[in-house]
């Protein structure tokens, strides 16, 4: 039979779009335009849930838009590509990442950055161009998310936001490095660059706080104290290489931070906030041992919260404060290093993935991610 050719064309497929705030969402048939100027048309394999989703999709006003496609961890293979592509060909398996690598502006093409210029990252709900690929069958647009959209069986994404790979990894391993195990993973490894023998504190054991405790892990650090408010994380941790834990629930008339100072003997060597809360990351900060100690905020606030240190502290204490947007990881040169130390059986990924559903079930997924029973379920599109 001959292949039937869709280059070119718009494509009729599925997609689980988001229709109102807070409710289910919907499984369609939509239309997928071809792909722009130095855009693809990916095929998804499996897409996996993370937080983001959820927040987006419960929250009511912008930066949340409706009708959206929502998703942002995924897999795929590429269908066709638009003008001016030559990175990547029809057939190459790829991950779609929100954090946009154009490999040529200043920011791409130093070491010290993966804030590229050229794309500045934003939540927007269109393409690059401020422009939607996807309509549903009434001819409504539906609004992208994070420049990737993967509960679709196909998207369109700008090739910024596209790093090839190889396709030795399983894909539902694969997809888990489109955002929060990467995040987790590459703070400790790149943001912090954590040396064996260090010790490191992580506030909020989530699915980022555990991948934190994966990259100390991998990066030998020999005490990884785990901070969260439930309990029951501490034996999920230990699976990730935690080896001490807090209930920061019960810490009595003591400051959080005067607790992780005596367990380090003069605090931690590297810290990381995982939850989004301002007073977390100052609480932190005071954690980290003075002269070298290093902190490192990947949670996300409320716009517009605020930080209050103490002048003379930062003064006095030497520490160094960053922040970390995918782990400090630029994804077209850093993905592929990760990738090799999955297959050298080094980054477990495995662990990670607790649950697996056919696309049918992505309601299904969103309710144990919301449940907290689950910390990665992939969605397959096609079992
Ligand atoms: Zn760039
Ligand atoms: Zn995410």
Known sequence: MDKIITAGKPIRCRAAIARKAGEPLVIEEVMVAPPETGEVRIKIICTSLCYSDITFLKLKDPPAFFPRILGHESVGVVESVGDGVTEVAEGDTVIPIFLPDCAQCGDCTSKKSNLCSTFPFKVSPWMHDGSSRFTDIKGETLYHFLFVSSFAEYTVVHMA?????????????????SCGVSTGVGAAWRSANVEAGSTVAIFGLGSIGL???EGARLCGATKIIGIDV????????????????VDSRSCGEKRLSEIITEMTGGGADYCFECVGKASLVEEAYASCRKGWGKTVVLGVDKPGAQLTLSSFEVLHRGKALLGSLFGGLKPKSDIPILIKRYINKELELDKFVTHEVSFEDINKAIDLLVEGKSLRCVVWMDK
């Open 230 to 245: 439930n309990p029951e994380k501490f034996e999920v941790g230990k699976r990730f290489g935690v080896t001490d834990f």
């Open 161 to 177: 936001n596209v790093t090839k790979i190889d396709p030795v990894i399983p894909p539902n391993r694969a997809c888990l490095l």
């Open 211 to 213: 991948g934190v405790a």
